[in-house]
């Protein structure tokens, strides 16, 4: 139990929650999902597009079409 400004808050585990994040990529309509390591998660917004989601679980993401994010290695220089 914490007590923080004279109240007391009672602090349990943290529940679990799907993390995946399954977004359709607006240039070409592609099912990619991210993972929370993954390089552009933070930057990946889950929209209001019929098929975004959240997933808790890979096989999830899968089973629904999305595949798995590239990850990015910046432009070539010639």
Known sequence: MISKG??????????QYPCIKCNVSLRDSEKIYHLPFDQQYDKTVIGHHKLECY???????????FRR???WHGVAVT
Do not use: Q
């Not at 004279?6 to 529940?15: F, H, I, K, Q």
């Not at 997933?55 to 089973?63: I, K, P, S, Y």
């Open 6 to 15: 004279g109240s007391d808050a009672r602090v349990g585990p943290l529940e």
């Open 55 to 65: 997933v808790a679980t890979v096989e999830e993401a899968e089973r629904l079409g």
């Open 69 to 71: 994010a590239f990850r």
